[in-house]
């Protein structure tokens, strides 16, 4: 679909205004039509799946082509918004996982390049926890999905929040002077991550608060190197994780 897109464009300023827009229109209605006629049929979900992956996919490239045919002017984040209102019924009717995955994206980026327009946040550490709040709002609000039958949109949405908050927070170490006490406490909170996720039987989970501790100790590791007091501490610290 992007390859057609940009071949599309490469000679749009050539062709009638009549052909531009059905061309757009079609690779818009594309996908959505083979994703659920293959959802219909019954057939394997890997299959629909990629429909609406398309489906969710060109409207943002319909988007980028009819700006550089009318030759329009705007921010990026006005086009990241408009296609992720664009395909937020897709998501909620189609019960798709690769929709759902498209919607949240849009969303991510859309934050970033808003508040890199707007520079509400100067800071990195203020970003970083501005995707925190984002990620612990999307585990929250994917609760919900297990009052509808695509349950298993809970498990994908709750997964790419708690991941989202575990890298914002292991991020924002990297920009303040105390990131020694918010690595250590975000460690001790990843092991209880990992205790609550296997007693729980949530698996998924618990792969983010092993993925969380190996960054915390090699981060940890990089930054002490160095003097024979920073030297122990590694060590002490290398003790504790093996016990």
Known sequence: GAAVTLVFARSASARPVWVRRVGVIVR?????????????????RGVWECGFLVAAVLPLLGLMLVSQIFHLSGDVSGLLGVWMLAITPLMLLSGSGAAFLAWLSAGYFWL????????????FWQV????A?????VAVASQLWLRTARRELR?????VGVATVAFALWMTGFDIPHWFVLWSALFFVALGWIWLSMTRERIHQVNVGFVLVGLLIFSTFLRLV???????????????VLL
Request: aromatic share 8%.
């Open 133 to 137: 709040g984002v990620g612990a709002g």
């Open 28 to 44: 818009l209605t594309l996908g959505s039509v083979a994703g659920v006629g293959a959802q219909r049929r019954g057939w394997p």
């Open 226 to 240: 160095g003097t024979m007091a920073q030297t122990g501490v590694i060590f002490l610290s290398s003790g504790v």
């Open 112 to 123: 970033g390049f808003r508040l890199g327009e707007t520079h509400v946040l100067r800071e």
């Open 128 to 131: 970083a926890l501005a995707y």
């Open 155 to 159: 498990t994908m949405g709750e997964f």
